[in-house]
C-alpha cells in the first residue's frame, strides 16, 4: 500500500494552495458585492447631495410700493427695481443699476402680479415682500458658487457682493422652502422652475396606461390561464408576450410615432399617446404577474365550483380572479412603477418639449419627469443642475412609495394554501 | 335539463366574455407585428433612398450634411458602421463591468452566504435595477465623466468629457442585477446530489463551484449573459446623456462615440418633416436594433429552456 | 498503515499509539447527532473491521445514512447538524481540532443513493479526484489512474473506447458504477455506501453486489442498505439501527439466524419495518 502513502504525502502537499485559492475566490465574491453595493451608495448620495439645497430657494426682503402708475403700466418688474432704486438710493451709473436690476429674479414681478389680484386692496400700499432672488444669488447663498477667486472669474461682481453683504447684515435676505419647485410648471429662469407641470403629466399619462394596460393584462391572463387550449395559437401568443418584454424600450417609441402619431393623427406631446405607449411597454409585466397570481389559487377552489355546476365563466369572475386580485395589483403597481420611470419612448413622441403652463386634460400637450429631469440635465446653469437632483430625489421618492406600496400589500394577502 | 330563455341569456353573456378575453389576447400579438411593421415600411421607403450596402456598409455618418448639399443619395453620409462599433465598444464596457461583478455576487449569494447576508443584499441589488436609466444617465454625465476626465489628465490621459468609458461603466452597473440574479437562480437549481459527489471526494468549495456547478449552470448563466447584452445594446437614456453626438470609428474607451440609440433619439427630436431621409434613417437604424435584440433574446430563452429541460 | 490527518505533525508521531489501541479501521464511541433541537442518534457505539463489508441495517427513518454521512463529514455541510461523541479513523478522532476535511474525504469516499456522475466526460468524471489532489504529474500517470479505477470498478470493457462520451449518457447501473470507480480514483481506505443499489434494476444491482464483494480485498466497506437480503448476500458484518439507537451489531450470521435483542428479532423476521 505506498500508493496510499505516496497519496497522502501529495494531498498534504497540495492543501496550503489549495486552501488561498478557497479563500480569493470568496473575497471576490464579497468584493463583488461590496463594488456594487458601494456604487449605489456613491450614486444616491451624490444625489442628494446636488440636491438637496434645491429646496430651499434665496428670497429677499423688499418694500414694495403698490402704487397705480406700475399696475396701469403693467410693469410689475418696475416696482421691484423701484424698491431697489430705494434700497440703494448711491447706485447710480446705468451699467450698475442693471446689475442691481440683476439681483433679483425676472419672476418676481409676476408674484406681485398675483398678490393684487388675489387682494385688490393692496393697490396704494406699501408692504415688506419676500422676492425671490436671481439664480446666481442663489448659487451663491447656498455655497456653490465661490467669493474667493478674483473678479473677472467670478459669475457676482465686487459692488454686487457688497449689495448682497448688506442685505446679510440686515437680515434681508435668506432661504426659505421651495414651495415654488412643487407649484409652477417649467421655466427659462432656474429660480422659477418647478416640477408640477412633468408631475401632471406623469400623473395623466400613467392614468391612462393604467386604464389601458391593467383590463388588457387581467383579462389576457385570465384568458390564458384559464380558457386558452393548449395549441398553437395561444403558443405564438405566449412567446410573444416573452419577446415583448425583452423589446428596448425605444423600439415602442417608434411604433408610437409610426402608428399613434402618423396614422391615427393623435395630438403629438400629448399625455393620451404616451399613455399608450406606455401601456403596451407594462402590458407583458401585468400579463406575467397576472399569471401568475392566477396559477397560485390551488384548483381546489376552482373544482369546488365546477363540482357545484358553476360554469367557467362564473367560476373564474366570483371565485378565482378576487382570489388572485392582490398578487395582480401588486404585480401591476411594479409594473406603473416601471412605466414612470420610462422615458426613451416618450421623446420619440415627442413629449420633450418646453412646457409651462400646467396640463389639464389627456390631450393637451405635457411632458413626464423623467423626461422633465432629461432636459434640465442638459442646462448650463448651476441652478439647474441642482433643479434636476431635486427633481430625481422626488422621482426615487415616488417609486421607493409605490414599490413599498407593492411589498406591503403582498404581505398583507399572502396567504397559505 | 331544459335551456330556458335565462339559461340563454347566460350563455349568450358568457359566449361575449369569452370573445371579449379572446380579443385582448390578440393586442399582444398586434403589437408585434405593429412593431415589425411600422419599423420596416419605414425602413424599407429609407432603402429606397439610401442603397442598404451603404447603410451597412458605409463609414461615414453624417446625416445632417446630407441634406444641406441636398445629395440624398450621397453615397457615405449614412454609413452605419461607427453606430454599430459605437454600440459594440459601450456594451462590451457595460459587460466586462457587468459579468465578472454580477456572476461572482451571484456565487456568494448563493453558496456563501448566510441566509440574512442573503436575504439584505439581494432586494439592495434589485434597488439597482428599479433605478430609472434617466438618473443612471445624470449621474454618468455629470459625475463619473467630469471624474474620469480629471483623474485621466492627472495621470496624463486624454479622456473625452462623454468617454465611452464613462457611459459604459455606469451601463454596466446598471445590468448587474439582470445577470446576478439570473445567475443566481441558475446556480441555485443545480442539484445539491452533484455537489455531494464532488464533496465526498474531498474537493473545497471553490474547487466544487468551479468545476462542477458553474459548468452545469453554465447554460443558464450563458443565457442571462446575452439577455444583458441584449439590455445593453438598446439603452438609450443613459448613452443620450453621457456618449457623445458625433459618428466616431474608434475602439478606444477613453474617446467619445455615439450609438445607434443616441442617433435615433438625435434624428427625430427636433422639428423635421416625417418624410425626409433623416427621419426614415431613424425607422432603419430602428429596424437593425430590433432585428439584433430579437436574435439575442431568442437565443438566450431557447438556451435556458434548454438547460432546464436536462434538470427537469 | 498509520496515515495521520493532521497536517503539521508527522505520521511517524501516531504509529505507535494506535497499533496498540484500535485494531478496527473506523470506530464510533457515544455517538449523538442532533438536527437542530431533534436528537436524530443516540449515543452509538459501533466497530468496524478492516477490509470487509459492513452492512448499516434498519427500518426508514432511523438514522442509518445520518450516521453514514457522519464518517466522512458530510453532515458538516449541512446547517444546523451538531455531532458529540467520538469517532475515530485508524485511532484518530477525525472531529478533533485540526483534522483537515480535505484529506480526511480523500481516505474515507462515499458512493450515493441515486447514481450522481458530473456532467463531463467519463474520462472526466473518474479523473476529477486524482486532479483536485494533484495525485498524478503528467498525463499519462493520470490515464493510468482513470483505467485501473474503471477496471477495478468493472467498468472498463463497456467504455473503453468511448471516454470522452458523456458520463450521464450511461445507463443507471453503468452510472453507479461510474461513481464507483470515481470514488476508487482516490485511493481511498474506507469507501461509504448510502444505498447503492435501491435506484437500480435486479441485474444491475447483481453487477454491483459482484463488485463490492471482490473490492472488499482492497478497502473497508461500510454499507447502508434497507434489504435485508442484500445485508445477507453481501456483508460480514451487520448493525442494526432503529429509532436512532444502535440496538446489536456483530457477525452477519448472527444477527440474521440467531439476534439478541428482540427489536432486531422483530425486523429480521419482518414483524416491524
Not at chain 1, 237 to 248: K, M, Q, R, Y
Not at chain 3, 191 to 216: N, Y
Amino acid at each position: 500500500m505506498t500508493d496510499r502513502a505516496k497519496n497522502a504525502e501529495r494531498i498534504k502537499a497540495g492543501l496550503a494552495r489549495r486552501y488561498r485559492a478557497e479563500k480569493r475566490f470568496r473575497l471576490y465574491g464579497i468584493l463583488a458585492i461590496t463594488a456594487a453595493v458601494t456604487f449605489l451608495l456613491v450614486m444616491l448620495t451624490a444625489i442628494v447631495i446636488r440636491g438637496g439645497g434645491a429646496f430651499q430657494q434665496t428670497h429677499a426682503a423688499l418694500e414694495i410700493t403698490f402704487d397705480q402708475q406700475h399696475i396701469a403700466d403693467n410693469d410689475w418688474q418696475g416696482m421691484v427695481k423701484a424698491s431697489l432704486r430705494r434700497a440703494f438710493p448711491d447706485v447710480r451709473a446705468r451699467q450698475d443699476k442693471r446689475s442691481l436690476y440683476g439681483l433679483m429674479s425676472n419672476g418676481a414681478g409676476f408674484d406681485l402680479q398675483n398678490m393684487v389680484q388675489d387682494d385688490p386692496s393692496l393697490v396704494g400700499q406699501t408692504r415688506t415682500i419676500w422676492l425671490p432672488t436671481s439664480d446666481d444669488v442663489d448659487m451663491l447663498m447656498k455655497g456653490v458658487i465661490d467669493r474667493s477667486p478674483p473678479e473677472g472669474d467670478r459669475r457676482i461682481t465686487d459692488k454686487e457682493l457688497t449689495w448682497i453683504d448688506q442685505w446679510i447684515a440686515a437680515g434681508t435676505i435668506a432661504k426659505q422652502f421651495n414651495t415654488r419647485f412643487f407649484t409652477s410648471g417649467d421655466s427659462r429662469e432656474p429660480e422659477l422652475a418647478g416640477i408640477l407641470s412633468a408631475l401632471m403629466g406623469s400623473i395623466l399619462s400613467l392614468s391612462v396606461c393604467f386604464a389601458l394596460s391593467f383590463p388588457l393584462g387581467v383579462m389576457t391572463a385570465v384568458y390564458l390561464e384559464e380558457f386558452a387550449p393548449k395549441n398553437k395559437w395561444t403558443d405564438l401568443i405566449e412567446v410573444n408576450i416573452n419577446n415583448l418584454a425583452a423589446v428596448p424600450s425605444i423600439v415602442f417609441g417608434l411604433l408610437g410615432l409610426a402608428v399613434f402619431l402618423n396614422i391615427f393623427m393623435l395630438p403629438r406631446s400629448a399625455p393620451l399617446v404616451g399613455g399608450m405607449v406606455l401601456a403596451l411597454m407594462t402590458l407583458p409585466t401585468i400579463i406575467i404577474a397576472s399569471r401568475a397570481a392566477l396559477r397560485a389559487v390551488p384548483p381546489s377552489i376552482r373544482e369546488a365550483a365546477y363540482g357545484m355546476g358553476a360554469s367557467t365563466v362564473q367560476t373564474v369572475l366570483h371565485h378565482v380572479l378576487p382570489l388572485a386580485m392582490p398578487g395582480m395589483l401588486t404585480g401591476t403597481i411594479i409594473g406603473m412603477a416601471q412605466a414612470l420611470g420610462e422615458s426613451a419612448p416618450l421623446l420619440m413622441i415627442g413629449m420633450v418639449a418646453f412646457i409651462v403652463d400646467i396640463p389639464a386634460g389627456f390631450t393637451d400637450p405635457a411632458t413626464a419627469l423623467p423626461v422633465q429631469i432629461f432636459l434640465w440635465a442638459d442646462s448650463p446653469e448651476r441652478a439647474f443642475s441642482e433643479r434636476t437632483a431635486a427633481a430625481i430625489i422626488v422621482l426615487l421618492g415616488v417609486l421607493i412609495s409605490m414599490n413599498l406600496l407593492a411589498v406591503i400589500l403582498r404581505k398583507k394577502f399572502e396567504r397559505r394554501w | 335539463m331544459y335551456v330556458t330563455p335565462a339559461r340563454r341569456v347566460k350563455q349568450t353573456v358568457e359566449g361575449a366574455i369569452k370573445l371579449l378575453l379572446i380579443a385582448s389576447s390578440t393586442v399582444a400579438i398586434l403589437t408585434t407585428v405593429g412593431i415589425v411593421a411600422s419599423l420596416l415600411f419605414e425602413a424599407i421607403r429609407f432603402f429606397g433612398e439610401i442603397p442598404m450596402t451603404d447603410f451597412l456598409f458605409g463609414l461615414e455618418w453624417s446625416p445632417q450634411t446630407a441634406i444641406r448639399d441636398d445629395q440624398v443619395g450621397s453615397s457615405g453620409a449614412f454609413g452605419a458602421v461607427p453606430l454599430f462599433v459605437g454600440t459594440l465598444l459601450i456594451s462590451a464596457i457595460a459587460m466586462i463591468v457587468a459579468a465578472p461583478v454580477g456572476l461572482f455576487a451571484a456565487i456568494y449569494l448563493a453558496e456563501y452566504a448566510h441566509i440574512k447576508v442573503r436575504g439584505t443584499v439581494k432586494p439592495i441589488l434589485e434597488i439597482l435595477a428599479g433605478i430609472p436609466t434617466v438618473v443612471y444617465g445624470f449621474f454618468a454625465a455629470l459625475v463619473v465623466a467630469p471624474w474620469l476626465r480629471g483623474t485621466g489628465e492627472a495621470v496624463g490621459f486624454d479622456v473625452s468629457s462623454e468617454s465611452a468609458l464613462a457611459a459604459g461603466l455606469v451601463m454596466g452597473v446598471m445590468i448587474i442585477p439582470l445577470i446576478s440574479s439570473l445567475s443566481d437562480d441558475v446556480i441555485s437549481a443545480v442539484p445539491q446530489a452533484m455537489r455531494d459527489g464532488a464533496y465526498g471526494l474531498g474537493a473545497t468549495k471553490s474547487e466544487t463551484i468551479r468545476n462542477v456547478v458553474i459548468p452545469a449552470a453554465l447554460p443558464g448563466i450563458m443565457g442571462g449573459m446575452l439577455l444583458a447584452v441584449s439590455r445593453a445594446i438598446g439603452e438609450t437614456m443613459i448613452v443620450v446623456m453621457a456618449a457623445g453626438l458625433a459618428a466616431n470609428l474608434t475602439a478606444n474607451p477613453l474617446e467619445a462615440v455615439t450609438t445607434v440609440t443616441v442617433q435615433i433619439v438625435t434624428l427625430l427630436t427636433g422639428d423635421q418633416e416625417f418624410d425626409s431621409a433623416k427621419t426614415l434613417a431613424a425607422f432603419a437604424l430602428g429596424l437593425m436594433l430590433f432585428a439584433t435584440t430579437l436574435v439575442l433574446n431568442v437565443g438566450a430563452l431557447h438556451i435556458v429552456k434548454k438547460y432546464r429541460e436536462q434538470y427537469d | 498503515m498509520e496515515l495521520s490527518l493532521h497536517t503539521n505533525l508527522p505520521s511517524s508521531a501516531y504509529v505507535e499509539d494506535n497499533l496498540v489501541s484500535s485494531p478496527h479501521k473506523v470506530t464510533a464511541q457515544g455517538v449523538d447527532v442532533y438536527y437542530g433541537d431533534k436528537q436524530a442518534l443516540k449515543n452509538i457505539n459501533l466497530d468496524v473491521p478492516s477490509n470487509m463489508v459492513t452492512a448499516l441495517i434498519g427500518p426508514s427513518g432511523c438514522g442509518k445514512s445520518t450516521f453514514l454521512r457522519c464518517l466522512n463529514r458530510m453532515n458538516d455541510v449541512v446547517d444546523g447538524c451538531r455531532i458529540t461523541g467520538q469517532i475515530k479513523l485508524d485511532g484518530e478522532d477525525i472531529y478533533a481540532r485540526g483534522v483537515d476535511v480535505v484529506h480526511l474525504r480523500a481516505r474515507v469516499g462515499m458512493v450515493f443513493q441515486k447514481p450522481n456522475p458530473f456532467p463531463k466526460s467519463i474520462y472526466d468524471n473518474v479523473a476529477y479526484g486524482p486532479r483536485i489532489h494533484g495525485l498524478a504529474d503528467s498525463r499519462a500517470e493520470l490515464d493510468d489512474i482513470v483505467l485501473t479505477s474503471l477496471e477495478k470498478a468493472g467498468l472498463i470493457a463497456e467504455v473503453r473506447d468511448r471516454l470522452e462520451a458523456p458520463g450521464t449518457g450511461l445507463s443507471g447501473g453503468q452510472q453507479q458504477r461510474l461513481c464507483i470507480a470515481r470514488a476508487i480514483a482516490v485511493e481511498p481506505e474506507v469507501i461509504l455506501m448510502d444505498e447503492p443499489c435501491s435506484a437500480l434494476d435486479p441485474i444491475a444491482t447483481a453487477k454491483i453486489e459482484e463488485l463490492i464483494d471482490e473490492l472488499k480485498q482492497n478497502y473497508t466497506i461500510i454499507m447502508v442498505t434497507h434489504s435485508m437480503q442484500q445485508a445477507a448476500r453481501v456483508s460480514q458484518k451487520t448493525a442494526f439501527f432503529h429509532l436512532g439507537e444502535l440496538v446489536e451489531q456483530g457477525d452477519t450470521s448472527d444477527i440474521f439466524t440467531n439476534p439478541s435483542d428482540e427489536r432486531t428479532q422483530a425486523y429480521v423476521t419482518g414483524r416491524i419495518g
